[in-house]
């Protein structure tokens, strides 16, 4: 009798010891929802943070990588809309002028000239990000209108010479319904100055301005 007992419960032992060996645990639907929802949350808030628009002013301006608000204009909508945009970088000399020249040659849209003594080609890299931007069915490229005077907003002067700045506006010829794209301002100004002011943005609407420095200079 109790051989049969022992056995009784060695096979009750073993099948409850099986059973707990095949068990699976399976994540309970609410609760991987919640986590999925959280994550996405998380996700979103950081993409939304990571451009932050700092305004600024001809007396306020920004530095180089810091994203200020320009004023772009839809043609899809016929208005202007605000959009994220900041200087990366900025070139001179040879190399400047070397892409101003094959910009013209490629595009058509301006006449090259060369700088008159003692001036030379700047180049001004920027990103202007689109998302929220109208850009309509055909998309939108990074044009942006963009001016060059001395810091304090009247035309540049140097050595008791003036100098009345024109600027080229330099897209990579890609159109964009969203994200971040590029584009480049040229200009003509003196040799090693470097006390102006760039601003883009349409005039009378919201403009960012950024100063030149040396250690910005490459």
Request: proline share 3%; aromatic share 12%.
């Amino acid at each position: 009798m109790k051989k049969i007992i022992c056995l009784v419960t060695a096979v009750l032992m073993t099948g409850i010891l099986c059973g707990c060996g095949e068990e699976k645990h399976e994540p309970d639907e609410k609760t991987t929802s919640s986590v999925s929802e959280v994550k996405d949350s998380k996700e979103k808030s950081e993409s939304s943070d990571e451009i932050r628009t700092v305004s600024s002013s001809l007396y306020s301006p920004l530095s180089f990588d810091e994203w200020g608000s320009a004023a772009k204009f839809s043609a899809d909508k016929q208005k202007y809309f605000n959009v994220p945009i900041r200087v990366v970088k900025v070139s001179a000399g040879e190399n400047a002028e070397k892409r101003v020249k094959d910009f013209c040659a490629a595009e058509k849209t301006y006449t090259y000239k060369n700088p008159e003594k003692g001036c030379h080609w700047v180049v001004a890299d920027y990103e202007m990000n689109l998302d929220g931007f109208p850009a309509g069915k055909g998309g939108v490229d990074t044009e942006i209108v963009s001016f060059v005077t001395g810091t304090d907003g009247k035309e540049l002067e140097y050595k008791n010479k003036k100098f009345a700045v024109s600027t080229i506006c330099m897209t990579d010829g890609k159109y964009y319904f969203e994200g971040t794209g590029k584009g480049s301002i040229a200009f003509i100004v003196p040799e090693k100055f470097i006390d102006y002011t760039i601003s883009l943005g349409e005039y009378g609407e919201t403009q960012a301005f950024f100063t030149q420095s040396k250690k910005s200079v490459l």
